[in-house]
């Protein structure tokens, strides 16, 4: 791998943990700290994420892929909640979402290139 893919690759590793655990801190004060929140709701946004963590440890670009199409669910989910101006649970936290799997899932997709490219 040349040294400007392991750049990049080190550079998109890094940003892709940075929106992953952004995600999780978020599910988390969404569900356990603010009012309305439940521990079903909570864990039924954080385990599709969990389950690509074995492979992102051990830095497999294949679990990068996995990502890619679980973080579709939440792309498509708050993007829908965002840009309905009717939606009754409308909120910040739907928007930092988008940001957050937006950002995520262009990382993940350009790391795995990057990784592969060596």
Do not use: E
Request: aromatic share 14%; with cysteine; glycine share 8%.
């Amino acid at each position: 791998m040349s040294n400007n893919m392991q750049r990049k690759a080190a550079l998109g590793w890094r940003l892709n943990w940075i929106c992953y655990a952004g995600m999780l801190v978020l599910f988390a004060a969404w569900n356990l700290f603010l009012p309305g929140g439940t521990i079903a709701h909570w864990l039924l946004q954080t385990v599709p994420l969990l389950l690509v963590l074995p492979g992102m440890l051990k830095g497999r670009p294949r679990s990068l892929l996995w990502l890619c199409f679980i973080l579709l669910i939440y792309i498509f989910a708050s993007a829908t909640i965002v840009f309905d101006v009717n939606a009754p649970q409308r909120g910040w936290q739907h928007g930092v979402m988008l940001v957050l799997s937006l950002t995520l899932f262009f990382s993940a997709m350009m790391t795995s290139r990057w990784q592969r490219a060596g």
